[in-house]
């Protein structure tokens, strides 16, 4: 029944990195990680569930924040050790996905001097959406 879970080529950890894209834009949201249980239950709820490493449980990416990720598609890399998740950034202010309250997590850019620097804007102050 879940013979495709066991085609997935999961680290010595048991884990393998997740990229969130946003289905209508393309736009990478974020990178996490799964496990077994993390992906079957994105299947099954159709909202991303990853596992988080320094906690060492499931996520379910919103729980706390109130920006959950509808899950269209799920794919997988070439070489199966890559899961790619293409979703609709839902919630109270739809759009975001960085816990920094930005529309994505790779919101920092190298510029010429050589420093990261941010190039997206805070679309809401992440105080005022962690409890």
Request: aromatic fraction near 8%; hydrophobic fraction near 40%; charge should be negative.
């Amino acid at each position: 029944m879940n013979e495709w879970l066991d085609q997935v080529r999961w680290d010595r950890d048991g884990l393998v990195p997740a990229i969130a894209q946003e289905a209508a834009t393309g736009d990478v949201l974020m990178v996490a990680w799964m496990n077994r249980e993390a992906l079957a239950r994105t299947l099954a709820l159709k909202q991303a569930v990853y596992f988080s490493r320094s906690r060492q449980k499931l996520w379910h990416k919103g729980e706390e924040s109130g920006h959950f990720q509808q899950v269209h598609e799920i794919r997988v890399d070439c070489d199966q050790d890559v899961v790619l998740l293409k979703v609709t950034q839902l919630g109270h202010e739809p759009g975001i996905a960085c816990h920094t309250g930005r529309h994505s997590c790779f919101y920092l850019r190298l510029d010429d001097g050589g420093q990261w620097t941010a190039a997206d804007p805070v679309l809401k102050a992440p105080d005022t959406i962690y409890r």
